[in-house]
């Protein structure tokens, strides 16, 4: 996998991109439609979560952002009533689980803890999250949804396969009734096989990238132009018939408040994420991929994005080291490209 250094990843964006410009006539005779900021679309929410942003940075659970495997935070909807929940993340570490808050009759309420390892796999079409630990020979988690301000259990499993080779009495259990291996599978399976997304670690707690998740990142629906946005839409569909896993996110890579779209070919070492930037009413691909596991760095400060070798990706597929030669990070860093799925038809309604 390519190594991008933050000259030539500059070099790379800044070439390619021309921008978005307000509405008026190009070269080509055609009329393009003026971009609205994204700050001017605001939300209830906005507010709060960023002082329950603050508010944890300041407090002893806050560790330093070393690259990003220090304390991060994620914005996701979690239940598709079209808020976000806010979702910190104390760490990377084993024994780190995320603290969820949602916006819930007028006010920030705390949902509860979820996850392991500073994050959590997340289901959007079934609007499902996973709470998973595994013990010495064992495994035991549920599948949830969040209901008003509550998690509500969809189903509970266990099992202790590991501890075959100990001599270990092996059990399946499924909502606390011991089953038989095919039905623990039956019923596992039909959560987890589904299309997911892993949640919790997207972005770090500097002042530039908590600005901009709370005053930007939601707000491209509303912020993007109707042509811009059939634009989007029209090629994330026919991308994702080019591939089994996809996923995309809008994204602004260069600080003119105008959005390019992230297409991610998938979560493997080998898929990559495509840049497009929406130039005088079209479409442009920068020429070259970047990212592993279908997603890249990004230091919103610097506005460099960049991806890392293969040995510097952790087992579970998050970005945890980000020391580039001849670069040196702020600490306004993201992880982007699979915000949403595009399997998830409620994802794609972004773009309507």
């Known amino acids: 996998m390519k190594k991008f250094y933050a000259a030539a990843a500059c070099m790379i964006f800044v070439a390619a991109v021309s921008g978005c410009s307000d509405k008026k006539s190009n070269s080509s005779g055609k009329e393009t439609e003026k971009i609205v900021s994204p700050r001017t679309v605001t939300f209830e929410w906005q507010e709060s979560y960023k002082a329950k942003l603050e508010e944890f940075r300041n407090s002893e659970n806050y560790q330093e952002s070393n690259g990003i495997i220090g304390s991060m935070f994620d914005l996701r909807d979690l239940n598709s009533d079209g808020i976000p929940e806010l979702i910190i993340s104390p760490s990377d570490g084993v024994d780190s689980v995320c603290t969820i808050y949602t916006y819930y009759d007028g006010s920030l309420t705390e949902i509860g803890t979820n996850g392991n390892n500073g994050f959590f796999a997340f289901y ?3 609007g499902i999250i996973n709470n998973e630990f595994q013990g010495s020979g064992f495994v035991m988690g549920e599948f949830r949804r ?10 509970t499993y266990y099992n202790n396969i590991d501890s075959v080779n100990s001599g270990a009495v092996i059990r399946y259990e499924i909502d606390k009734e011991e089953v038989l291996p095919a039905e623990y599978n039956e019923k596992f399976y039909s959560y987890a096989d589904q299309p997911s997304l892993t949640v919790g670690r997207k972005y770090t707690f500097g002042e ?9 990142s939601e707000s491209w629906d509303d912020a993007a132009s109707s042509s811009m946005k059939k ?6 569909k026919d991308l994702a018939e080019e591939y089994e896993y996809a996923g995309f996110e809008l994204l602004d890579m260069n600080g003119d408040e105008c959005p390019e ?17 929406y130039s005088d009413g079209e479409l442009v691909e920068l020429s070259e991929k970047c990212g592993i596991n279908g997603r890249f760095g990004f230091d919103n400060e610097k506005m460099v994005f960049f991806t890392i070798n293969p040995q510097d990706v952790d087992k579970y597929g998050s970005l945890t080291d980000i020391s580039l030669d001849g670069y040196e990070k702020s600490g306004s860093l993201m992880e982007c490209g699979r915000k949403y799925l595009v399997s998830d038809e409620t994802a ?5």
């Not at 969040?146 to 189903?155: A, L, P, Q, V, Y």
């Not at 493997?268 to 497009?276: E, I, L």
């Open 261 to 277: 779209l992230i297409f991610s070919e998938g979560f493997s070492s080998q898929d990559s994420c495509r840049v497009f930037v």
């Open 208 to 216: 530039r990238t908590m600005d901009y998740a709370v005053y930007c």
């Open 124 to 126: 959007p079409s079934a």
């Open 231 to 236: 634009l989007f839409k029209k090629k994330v």
């Open 146 to 155: 969040i209901e008003g301000s509550s998690f509500m259990t969809e189903m």
């Open 348 to 352: 794609l309604s972004i773009f309507d």
